[in-house]
């Protein structure tokens, strides 16, 4: 069964710093492309951050960029998320997601999330 | 970037209503678009991918059109399970920006 599960969420003050972790099971994670989408309380889906199977190729939405760092470890099955500089407006549910592949090709859509871990940043 | 703007933002129907919501896109996408259903406290689930095609598990009154520019979301008979919000998302180039989201509320 396919599991993604983050953690690192929690309260930080304006200018801080937090590293979300996003454990995956149950596929071969290094074969897989994945991203980072946050939802705001009350708002939207925002995708934040994409990084290729690798972690050769990466990007990032113009609202963090130059402040969060995605990265990878396929050793330990893991997806991060380095987040410094925050700002109030950093304040949602980041969730981790795995883009939909069949054999090693991208078909548009995210097809597992995980449950989301909730970072409030606020004095 | 592209802007992908959903309509409408919210629609109240009852069940066995048949439902559309459409997303257009600010530039041409080809089928470079996904659907996602979100209910409260929970994380997005893939309908649709590549714009027509239907997610293993995800019932057959789902169903998704349209390339280029102009996407359709159909659900063809209202369940009570269905109450959520919808997003689309591009993924012709980054970011892989999403619409507003359309609310499908109970009538």
């Known amino acids: 069964e396919v599991q993604l599960v983050e953690s690192g969420g929690g309260l930080v003050q304006p200018g801080g710093s937090l590293r979300l972790s996003c454990a995956a099971s149950?596929?071969?994670?290094?074969?897989?492309?994945m991203n980072w989408v946050r939802q705001a309380p009350g708002k939207g889906l925002e995708w934040v951050s994409y990084?290729?199977?690798?972690?050769?190729?990466?990007y990032y939405a113009d609202s963090v960029k130059g402040r969060f760092t995605i990265s990878r470890d396929n050793a330990k099955n893991s997806l991060y998320l380095q987040m410094n500089s925050l700002r109030a407006e950093d304040t949602a549910v980041y969730y981790c997601?795995?883009?939909?592949?069949?054999?090693?090709?991208?078909?548009?859509?995210?097809?597992?999330w995980g449950q989301g871990t909730l970072v409030t940043v606020s004095s | 970037d592209i802007q992908m703007t959903q309509s409408p933002s919210s629609v109240s129907a009852s069940v066995g209503d048949r439902v559309t919501i459409t997303c257009r896109a600010s530039?041409?996408?080809?089928?470079?678009l996904a659907w996602y259903q979100q209910k409260p406290g929970k994380a997005p689930k893939l309908l649709i991918y590549?714009?027509?095609s239907l997610q293993s598990g995800v019932p057959s009154r789902f169903s998704g059109s349209g390339s280029g520019t102009d996407f359709t979301l159909t659900i063809s008979s209202l369940q009570p399970e269905d109450f959520a919000t919808y997003y689309c998302?591009?993924?012709?180039?980054?970011?892989?920006?999403f619409g507003g989201g359309t609310k499908v509320e109970i009538k």
């Open positions: 997601a795995r883009d939909r592949m069949v054999r090693g090709v991208f078909e548009p859509g995210a097809d597992y």
């Open positions: 149950g596929f071969t994670f290094s074969s897989y492309e």
């Open positions: 990084i290729s199977s690798s972690g050769s190729t990466i």
């Open positions: 530039q041409g996408i080809s089928s470079w």
């Open positions: 590549a714009a027509s």
């Open positions: 998302q591009q993924a012709n180039s980054f970011p892989r920006t």
